[in-house]
């Protein structure tokens, strides 16, 4: 059953193989309230990371609905790809939890 679900999701949004970096590989991101009252709030990185990539890809099938929208001209498929680069130049800061390159966002840059 996950396979099908897997395999229905790779070809609805594009498959979604990103590797960890490997130094990363059973750590935990902890967020700690400035009030120490309060519990901070601890994550895997690995679940961190899948939602990072999650992310990622319903950014690209984003840009494929507005690539592909049969309404929208180019000068507002320009405006809105501007603000996707805006998005994913936002995003470079989780590059570093990304084990191969080609997987990283990339801002203003790149294409």
């Known amino acids: 059953m996950k396979q099908i ?3 229905a999701l790779e070809e609805w949004a594009g498959p979604a193989h990103a590797r960890l970096m490997g130094k990363w590989h059973g750590g935990r991101m902890i967020l700690q309230p400035e ?3 309060l519990k901070p709030k601890e994550i895997d990185i690995e679940q961190f990371f899948h939602k990072i990539v ?3 890809e319903s ?3 984003l840009e494929q ?3 592909n929208h049969p309404k929208l001209d180019d000068e507002d498929r320009v405006q809105l790809e501007q603000y996707i680069t805006k998005v994913y130049g936002t995003l470079t800061t989780f590059n570093v939890l990304f ?3 080609d997987d990283r966002f990339v801002g203003q840059r790149g294409s």
């Open 59 to 61: 950014i690209r099938v």
């Open 65 to 67: 609905k507005i690539n």
């Open 54 to 56: 999650m992310v990622r």
């Open 99 to 101: 084990a191969d390159e």
């Open 5 to 7: 679900v897997r395999e």
């Open 35 to 37: 009030s120490e009252s």
